[in-house]
């Protein structure tokens, strides 16, 4: 009996394993700051996004997906790690010329693809710190990407706002004239050129708040930079840049098994698309961004096509936070928004502990797995593709690795409707989700998506049925004193550090 049991768990646990000779390629388009209402496939009409929607329409639509946190870098070390990143100190939105989070030689996303044989690749946004001591970045910039298991990568080294504003690739600062060397400053101001805050009429782009300092491209950013002139990145040809390289890792990996994480810039801050781009949603730069990252969506696809590839290739595409709508740039996000809902009608954004902040869209297409025009309710959680990923490829992830990442593969099959017990949303303060209950801790948290709109919950906090209330207004927790205390409990458990 117990023989018969123990082969029954392995028939079930290779159910979700693919042969070696079917390993999908995986391609993950990782957007910055799209919210759940930006893609069309998830209800709105005010912003066409034809190639997502293709996603879904021949794959899955998650209905409530979610990033680990409502900001970038904590989100991304919790998605390559599998570790939430309230675990670790110093995890919080990364400054341009930070360290590494991540500890080099640590089991990752990355590290456990490339275990199993996968030849992997980042390109686009990192916003994850480099080195390991002051950057020189005139040299080679290591640790990175590629101590933390990825063969290649071509970085935006954090933000579209922050500098340094230059390319990296395998290390090196791409066109650098080692005659003319980068000079990098977060605090002490080292260039003597005329600062977003002294030159502000002049700006292409103008600064709303903070983003006052070196001014690239006729655009201020955060931090101070000298140097690097030929370096320079231009942001109306960002998009062009990176889904070039993108597409040229695919072609140089055609014949073998990869993974390729492609973050894209679009539609983080300053949002400057390129002219193809630009003027063409009604909705301003932010809505042209969107336009744009579409279209990148749609270039990697054809690729895929091209190469016929694109049926065994696991393809997926989903965010790092909600959206925001001024981030920092006066940029007609608010004045041209119209009836658009960036947030799909959730409560918060950016920032925000409210559903806003971590539900994300997410779309997965994969023709030899997933039924076409499926829609998910489970709860997902990124936290879970380390492991899931991992699953999927036969990599083994060793016992202490990973820890708050487990196999969801049934999940982003389309069969599982239930997804994860519990999840938590890092945003300053952790919310809690546990099935259709939504616990928010007192304090404060962002409530809408101008960057200044903040409410301050009183003890002990709030919760929601989230069945009833998916807006998030309502505040059962007087009515169910017991779910709130068991949300509570388990809250105090979980965000242990
Ligand atoms: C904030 C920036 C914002 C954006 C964010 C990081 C200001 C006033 N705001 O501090 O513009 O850069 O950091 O965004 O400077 S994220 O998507 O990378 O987390
Ligand atoms: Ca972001």
Redesign the pocket.
Known sequence: MKKTFSIFCLLLLNLTWVSAAERPNIVLIYS??VGYGDVSCNGQTTLLTPHIDRIAAEGLRMTDAHCSAA???P?RFAMLTGQYAFRQKGTG?ARGNANMIIEAGSNTLPSLLKSAGYTTGVVG?W?LGLGDQEIDWNQDVRPGPGEIGFDYHFLIP??G??VPCVYLEQGHVVDLDPADPIAVSYGKRIDPNPSGAEAFETLKQKWS???NQTIVNGISR?GWMTGGETARWVDEDMADVIVHKATEFIDDHQAEPFFLYFSTHDI??PRVPHSRFAGKSGLGPRGDAMLQLDWCVGQVMAKLEALDLVDNTLLIFTS??GP?LD???HDDANEKLGDHQANGALRGG?YSAFEGGTRIPMVLRWPEHIAPNTTSDALFGQIDLAATLAKLVGAQVPPQACQDSRNALPTLLGKDPVGRPHLIHEAGNHALRVGKWKYVPAGKTREHLG?WATVELEAPGALFDLSKNTAEIEDVAADHPEQLQRMRDLHAKLSQH
């Open positions: 910055d700051d900001t970038c870098t989100s939105i946004k916003h954090a933000t706002d922050r708040h903070g983003h955060i983080h801050v790092d936070n925001v981030d920092g740039y950016k960057p």
